[in-house]
Nanobody
């Protein structure tokens, strides 16, 4: 069994920072693109950021210059450093990772359970 799990959410004041982490575990042969999505109350889930195994990143326009995605391939972990947080960043943040389980020839996208980030004004 393989899965991914987030940590690091919480309550922060506007202008503050949080660091989210997401670790993949289980019998994993390889990890492809990893990323973060978020879903605010009453809104559709949206992409926040992605990062390839080689370190190439992509960000939503709404977080560019404020959020930084990074990964540690040895630890099978992806991070999201969120700075200058705004109330509109309040959402459940979901980690995702394209994993190739050991013994498999294909990649499957796995999702975490989500972690709540609340930014107060």
């Amino acid at each position: 069994q393989v899965h991914v799990a987030e940590s690091g959410g919480g309550l922060v004041q506007a202008g503050g920072s949080l660091r989210l982490s997401c670790a993949a575990s289980g019998s994993i042969a390889n990890i492809g693109v990893m990323g973060w999505d978020r879903q605010a109350p009453g809104k559709q889930r949206e992409l926040v950021a992605t990062i390839t195994s080689g370190g190439r990143t992509n960000y939503a326009d709404s977080v560019k210059g404020r959020f930084t995605i990074s990964r540690d391939n040895a630890k099978k972990t992806v991070y999201l450093q969120a700075n200058s947080l705004k109330p509109e960043d309040t959402a459940v943040y979901y980690c995702n990772a394209n994993l190739r389980p050991s013994g498999s020839f294909s990649y499957t996208k796995y999702w975490g359970q989500g972690t709540q980030v609340t930014v107060s004004s």
